[in-house]
């Protein structure tokens, strides 16, 4: 009894002393580190890197740094983007002056052709501040055909507790692909729309075009495992609050590797339409070309941990920016933070039929 006694009295004082011990943390607001940030293409010939200082308060931009990209040990030196301008007016004296833009970031391009397997370094340099990041450029998917273009309607949406009937017309895309082999592969989805609009009067004699885009479009997936990157849960769930909604569209290779797979998604039928009214009092006639482009973009796991973690801050709510010191997101970079990624892209075209419209 006397042991168990000593014991608990033991026990008690361990647990008052941890109570209060308190570990007090501080910062320094002027203790900052290099960032970059970049989303590089083998479907661009001009690539941009964003440079910043990063502090617990704030984002700074970072002037005068020296960029350098290593494609397979051939040295580009990145020239740096001025900052845009934009009017201001004196409101006692009326003069107007132009003020550049405060970004939180400074903008460097350069000038590459990249291509799937080669090696990207990034290097970026001030002063003492030295920093880099080393990406391979994974193999690209094979996108082997979009084989039916179909209307459909989703008539019932529902959330927990409650059902909402409405009806929304969609055109379904049935997209058939092919993993790159050997190898883990992290992709997403990047739908577009261009819009070439022809101007003309009756005769035809005299014309103009207009074009648009391409835009970007955004897309359901009507819990397709493998574009919900394994979850069949989505937005307006009843597990609404227990599994992520993919904002970020991204997923992996876990359920098709080394094999084909085919994935559904759908596009809200107003993309494709054309409502050319603002044109009736200058033009008899009016042609509209509709092209869809869709983009698979193929990239690394580094990319792809990221982009989950920023999926994760959106559905829960993190309001912080993802680039302030300290960051809990996944970073590459080699004496600093951030992200940078390499992508190697495929991509399809769909154009629909010609609309014609006479006033």
Request: a negative charge.
């Amino acid at each position: 009894m006397r042991k168990y006694l000593i014991f608990s009295i033991l026990i008690t004082a361990l647990v008052s002393v941890a109570c209060e011990n308190t570990i007090k943390y501080e910062y320094d607001l002027n203790d900052g580190e290099m960032t970059i940030l970049g989303q590089l293409s083998t479907a661009d010939t001009t690539h941009t890197i964003f440079l910043s200082m990063s502090y617990p308060d704030r984002i700074d931009s970072l002037p005068g740094a020296t960029v350098e990209c290593f494609v397979n040990g051939s040295r580009t030196l990145a020239r740096p983007i001025p900052a845009c301008y934009r009017e201001e007016t004196d409101w006692m004296t009326g003069e107007i002056s132009l003020v550049p833009n405060h970004l939180p970031y400074t903008k460097y391009e350069f000038e590459a052709i990249l291509k799937p397997g080669d090696k990207v370094r990034i290097e970026a340099t001030k002063g003492q501040m030295d920093v880099w990041t080393e990406v391979v450029i994974p193999q690209p998917i094979t996108l082997i055909a979009i084989d039916t273009v179909t209307l459909v309607k989703s008539s019932v949406y529902q959330s927990f507790g409650e059902t909402e009937t409405y009806e929304q017309e969609y055109v379904e895309f049935t997209v058939r692909l092919s993993d790159a082999k050997g190898t883990d592969s992290y992709y997403s989805m990047d739908p577009k729309i261009s819009t070439v609009i022809k101007l003309s009067s009756e005769n035809e004699e005299d014309f103009s075009t207009i074009s648009r885009g391409p835009s970007e479009v955004s897309y359901e997936t009507f819990h397709d495992l493998i574009l919900e990157d394994g979850y069949s849960s989505g937005m307006g769930d009843m597990f609404e609050d227990l599994v992520p909604v993919n904002y970020t569209r991204c997923f992996s290779d876990k359920m098709f590797r080394d094999s084909e797979a085919a994935v559904r998604l759908y596009i809200p039928t107003y993309y494709f339409r054309s409502y050319p009214y603002e044109y009736y009092n200058i033009a008899s006639k009016i042609v509209v070309d509709k092209t869809f482009h869709l983009s698979v973009k193929s990239f690394d796991r580094d990319f792809y941990n990221y982009l989950r973690a920023i999926n994760n801050m959106q559905c829960y709510g993190y309001e912080v920016s993802p680039i302030i010191e300290p960051t809990m997101l996944p970073s590459n970079i080699t004496g600093g933070m951030g992200i940078v990624s390499v992508a190697s892209e495929s991509g399809m075209d769909i154009t629909f039929p010609t609309e014609v419209y006479h006033r």
